[in-house]
């Protein structure tokens, strides 16, 4: 097990074993042990060897030793008494037994040898020592007697008796019981195999498939001829990164001719009338059925297979799909993986190569500044701070630009393509993050990197920020000059001249072959195990089998960060084992509270058996919400979209306890338009949040939203930022109790005049001394009373 498990769970329950381990312990063998102990101590045969004062006075009788109690090892007795022996001497006797070789074999073939499963003999006896040292549970000190005790005294008073040997299966014995996975370890292994994954698909090997590997940089028509042959087949199967991408199929197959179903986690749409299902199907790849028979399937961005924590939806689709033809699309770098994959199922890759339909070029010059922007120019930036400035400068040039990241709704993403895409807009410019690599069409002219350094969270889970990879670079330039746009020649270059020769290197580098595939445990093993385990945490079941797992060179276990971090939020609440796990597979924003906090509520309101119906989520989400007045808003507002995405997904595992799904999507939409409209007046917002600067806006993307329920005490941390700005220096010390700024600023609605007026009061109060301050204090409370009252109505 990885160290996190190792040392929280066991020890917690080593901890109820350090009281309760004689119940757990043979008594007959303990009996053994302490018979041999008053032979030795002279006890008479009808002497009791349950005093405690009694016994500890016969070892001290043995030894000539007085009463001193320092540095010494107890066992448990009424009054907590009875030496057995020194720390030092029991170290020395588990530091002999842990080195025998007779021992470290035996731990072996025990599973103790630190390797499969991570538990190691010294791992054990460091737990161990702690069974011999008190702790504290209450006032009392708790103290255990156990055989390895007894042994140990033996070994300490009366060598003749006891070998170091003895001690094995007994240790063996404890070490069980704190670490349950050695008594079913090779039941476990068997479960977390994940050797020979073709297998797992006994209906796709029953047939013979051909597989047609798509290869090409962006824009070299791949998607377009594999898309061909989906809408020519009889039945067909579309499988995409993206719910835009699966939208798009869904509308040109249906606009084609050809009837098309939509399958996303958050969305189904069947156009048959009857209510049948179509031949053809756009879908997220993770959505797929591996059961049912098409005569095509086209998986897009086959090398996304190497993702660390959604990879192994691709390999499911490459593997399982029942299909006569499968298309992949994708880069050359995951040929060879593919070609070594579809060897273990044996069949043959069909490789077809496209160069890129139309020129593209890095420019031998930065861009400088933004007063050199032309029409088609799209700003790539890695940060949403970045994407507020330079729309805000981009405005003050008396531009117009279009604003795309990742967190936007797709609503809002088509939106504002088609608005920069639309010749007679006057938008003319994009501000985008690395959200346009896929999923949208854009007639980009030129890619300008605002920077070639992107924030990344590490296998730590620590965040880094380092250069952006080829891939990425490529991805991302490829969207300049597509063939089906007015531009017909790209171009790329940086914001910043420093930059411009690390690009050129970046887009040069060789992009390195993909190694290996991801996997992912089912719910059907996760329940194998928890029957093994009764009583572990699903977030340690996962641990556990991820270190139990065996995979073969060719795959790797997905990252399951996102899935305990679900599990771990929720593990309080009563819910079996299945439905917890489907809970911790809803796709949620870590970063967002109130996205977080939701998954928390429902999962709650699913184990009282309370359904989710529309008119509650409708209260919970506060609705109806206002437009936004300020960056900080439209924050919010996305993740309450978030969360209806949330809700919607899960109507779809739990239709009974999320019944009103068709009404939750109309909300949406509405929720969708209020964001649209938002991020057309994006400017707006940022100059609004700008002149306030005072109040920290750059920090609003790691603030709690005011929909997930932001605490007084965050309200008052919230108001001591405001006075501990520039424009807040002459206020008083005081200050910080009073909360017109930011309690104005939390509900959006805070205004210049409303700033000069608070000042003034901040000032009035300033002059004022002793009894006059107090009742300023109280007159300002007054008024603050006073101004909430239309808000709460």
């Given at each position: ?28 063998l ?47 007795g ?58 504290h ?95 020519s087949?009889?039945s ?13 199929i ?38 797929c ?25 691709w ?7 029942c ?75 008396g ?22 895409n ?94 290996a ?46 899935f ?9 609440i009563?819910?079996?084992?299945r ?51 300020n ?11 978030d ?56 920090s ?10 932001t ?14 700005s ?43 001394h ?21 808000d709460?109505?």
């Amino acid at each position: 097990m990885n160290s996190s498990s190792n040392s929280h769970q066991p020890k917690k329950k080593y901890e109820r074993n350090v009281e309760n381990l004689t119940a757990h312990l043979e008594f007959n063998l303990i009996r053994h042990n302490i018979q041999l102990m008053k032979k030795k101590l002279n006890f008479g045969p009808e002497e009791p060897d349950s005093d405690p004062d009694l016994f500890r006075s016969r070892i001290l009788q043995s030894r000539g030793e007085e009463g001193h109690m320092d540095d010494q090892l107890y066992y448990k007795g009424e009054h907590d008494k009875g030496v057995l022996a020194k720390g030092d001497e029991v170290k020395k006797i588990l530091d002999k037994f842990y080195k025998r070789k007779e021992i470290q074999k035996l731990g072996a073939d025990y599973g103790l040898d630190g390797k499969a499963n991570k538990i190691s003999i010294r791992d054990i006896l460091l737990l161990l020592r702690l069974h011999f040292c008190h702790y504290h549970v209450g006032h009392c000190v708790a103290w255990t007697i156990s055989v390895l005790a007894q042994i140990i005294t033996n070994q300490l008073y009366f060598n003749e008796l006891a070998h170091v040997d003895d001690l094995f299966p007994f240790f063996l014995r404890h070490a069980k019981q704190i670490f349950p996975v050695l008594d079913c370890k090779d039941d476990l292994r068997k479960i977390s195999d994940l050797r020979i994954p073709p297998n797992w698909y006994p209906e796709a090997r029953a047939m013979q498939r051909k597989i047609i590997f798509h290869s090409g940089p962006t824009n070299s028509g791949k998607t377009y001829h594999a898309i061909q042959k989906y809408l020519s087949a009889k039945s067909g199967v579309y499988c995409g990164p993206l719910k835009l991408l699966a939208h798009e199929i869904f509308e040109k197959s249906n606009a084609a001719g050809v009837p098309c179903d939509l399958v996303t986690g958050e969305e189904r749409v069947t156009v048959e009338s009857d209510g049948k299902q179509a031949a053809h199907v756009a879908c997220t790849v993770e959505m797929c059925s591996v059961t049912t028979p098409y005569e095509v399937a086209v998986i897009d961005e086959i090398q996304m297979i190497k993702d660390p924590a959604r990879g192994w939806a691709w390999t499911r689709a490459l593997l399982g799909l029942c299909a006569e033809e499968i298309h992949l699309c994708g880069e050359s770098a995951a040929i060879d993986l593919v070609t070594e994959l579809m060897y273990t199922t044996g069949e043959d890759v069909e490789v077809r190569n496209y160069k890129r339909l139309t020129p593209i070029s890095v420019l031998d010059h930065a861009l400088e500044s933004l007063d050199n922007l032309r029409p088609g120019d799209c700003i790539v930036c890695f940060s949403k701070n970045d994407i507020y400035s330079v729309s805000r400068q981009i405005e003050i040039r008396g531009l117009e630009s279009a604003v795309i990241y990742g967190s936007l709704p797709p609503g809002t993403k088509l939106a504002q393509a088609k608005k920069f895409n639309d010749p007679d807009d006057p938008c003319k410019i994009l501000v985008a993050t690395d959200a346009i690599g896929m999923g949208l069409n854009l007639s980009i002219r030129r890619i300008i990197f605002y920077s070639l350094m992107k924030p990344s969270i590490n296998e730590k889970g620590e965040r880094e920020i380092e250069p952006i990879t080829t891939s990425q670079a490529l991805q991302i330039a490829g969207r300049a000059g597509r063939f089906s746009s007015k531009f017909k020649e790209g171009e790329v270059t940086t914001m910043n001249r420093e930059d411009l020769s690390l690009l050129r290197e970046i887009l040069n580098r060789p992009v390195d072959p993909i190694k290996a595939a991801g996997l992912h445990p089912t719910a059907e093993q996760i329940e194998m195990f928890a029957y093994h385990l009764p009583d572990t945490t699903l977030s340690n079941l996962i641990d556990i089998f991820v270190d139990f797992s065996q995979v073969d060179g060719q795959y790797f276990v997905c990252n399951m960060d996102d899935f305990k971090f679900s599990a771990e939020l929720i593990q309080h609440i009563p819910l079996s084992l299945r439905v917890r796990y489907v809970f911790c597979t809803a796709p949620i924003n870590k970063k967002q509270p109130f996205v977080c906090s939701s998954l928390l509520q429902f999962a709650r309101q699913y184990s009282r058996n309370e359904p989710l119906t529309f008119s509650w989520l409708r209260r919970y989400i506060k609705w109806p919400l206002l437009p936004p007045k300020n960056i900080k808003d439209l924050m919010d507002l996305e993740a309450v979209h978030d969360v209806l995405d949330l809700y919607l997904w899960l109507s779809y595992r739990f239709i009974d306890m999320f019944p009103d799904a068709s009404l939750v999507r109309d909300l949406q939409k509405q929720l969708d338009d209020v964001i649209q409209d938002g991020v057309h007046n994006i400017t707006k917002l940022i100059k609004i949040s700008e002149t306030y600067k005072l109040l920290n806006l750059e920090s609003l993307s790691e603030s709690q939203s005011r929909l997930s329920g932001t605490s007084k005490s965050q309200a008052r941390r919230n108001r001591s930022k405001v006075l501990g700005s520039k424009a807040a220096e002459p206020l008083a010390p005081d200050a910080g109790e009073k909360s017109l700024a930011s309690r104005l600023v939390q509900q959006g609605l805070l205004t210049a005049d409303m700033l000069k007026q608070l000042e003034k009061e901040w000032m009035t109060q300033q002059t004022e001394h002793g009894k006059e301050r107090t009742e300023s204090g109280t007159y300002a409370k007054g008024t603050r009373r006073k101004k909430k009252e239309p808000d709460s109505d």
